[in-house]
């Protein structure tokens, strides 16, 4: 299984991005996927997850109704569209994958058996 994820780049602050995680390998389907950041000199920290199957989203409080999460089962992509970005979203963005991931440790690392490379986003101010 591989992630492969994209769309980073510079954006205002206000602006919006959408990131995609594309998994090859296998279909997202039974997953839990999720996106982790990693700010510079800062520790890895859970941004959001989706429940592929049942379509349950999950977001860390400040993310809470600026984010959205959604999937193509189609393209076997998980979007995760950032709205209102603040310079504090500036990080490296991971996706990763796992089957049965209970809700508990939904943002938890450990959780998740797959990840794929960070796509880096910048917000300026």
């Known amino acids: 299984v591989q992630l492969q994820a994209s769309g980073g780049g510079l954006v205002q602050a206000g602006g919006s991005l959408r990131l995609s995680c594309v998994a090859s390998?296998?279909?997202?389907?039974?997953?839990?996927v999720a996106w982790f950041r990693q700010a510079p000199g800062k520790e890895r920290d859970f941004v959001g997850a989706i429940k592929i199957n049942a379509g349950y989203t999950y977001f860390r409080e400040s993310v809470k109704g600026r984010f959205t999460l959604s999937r193509d089962n189609a393209k076997n992509t998980v979007y995760l569209q950032m709205n209102s970005v603040r310079p504090e979203d500036t990080a490296a963005y991971h996706c990763?994958?796992?089957?049965?991931?209970?809700?508990?440790?939904?943002?938890?690392?450990?959780?998740?058996?797959?990840w794929g490379q960070g796509t880096l986003v910048t917000v300026s101010s």
């Open positions: 990763a994958a796992s089957r049965s991931v209970i809700q508990s440790n939904i943002p938890t690392e450990a959780a998740y058996a797959y």
């Open positions: 390998g296998t279909t997202f389907a039974g997953y839990t």
